[in-house]
């Protein structure tokens, strides 16, 4: 089954950057049609924050456009988030979600799978 791993997150100052990953691994990955990253934070409900298609089409949020810019490296199954000109208003859990479809022995499956979440903090 595969799974999703982020890692990339920390504490940050206001004005600073941070890249947040997201590995695909565990499975025998066909295709990735969709990668999106999320963000909550207490209280709040989730919100999209970018996403990618399997052409590389983006979308992102009003908030975070021009300063975050989502990519992704099909070879490694693996998606990205450049986070520049942090806001203390960023912060939050972070995580990424996968869409596509695995193969296991003859047979393919899709997945819609996310990962753990990865804490960004802004210090102002």
């Known amino acids: 089954q595969v799974q999703l791993v982020e890692s990339g997150g920390g504490l940050v100052q206001t004005g600073g950057s941070l890249q947040l990953s997201c590995a695909a691994s565990?499975?025998?990955?066909?295709?990735?049609?969709?990668m999106g990253w999320y963000r909550q934070t207490p209280g709040k409900q989730r919100e999209l924050v970018a996403d990618?298609?399997?052409?590389?089409?983006?979308n992102y949020a009003d908030s975070v456009k021009g300063r975050f810019t989502i990519s992704k490296d099909n070879a490694k199954n693996t998606g990205y988030l450049q986070m520049n000109s942090l806001r203390p208003d960023d912060a939050a859990v972070y995580s990424c979600?996968?869409?596509?479809?695995?193969?296991?022995?003859?047979?393919?499956?899709?997945?819609?799978?996310w990962g753990q979440g990865t804490q960004v903090i802004v210090s102002s």
């Open positions: 565990f499975g025998n990955i066909f295709s990735i049609n969709r």
């Open positions: 990618i298609n399997s052409v590389g089409m983006t």
């Open positions: 979600n996968a869409e596509g479809t695995y193969k296991d022995g003859l047979r393919y499956y899709r997945f819609n799978n």
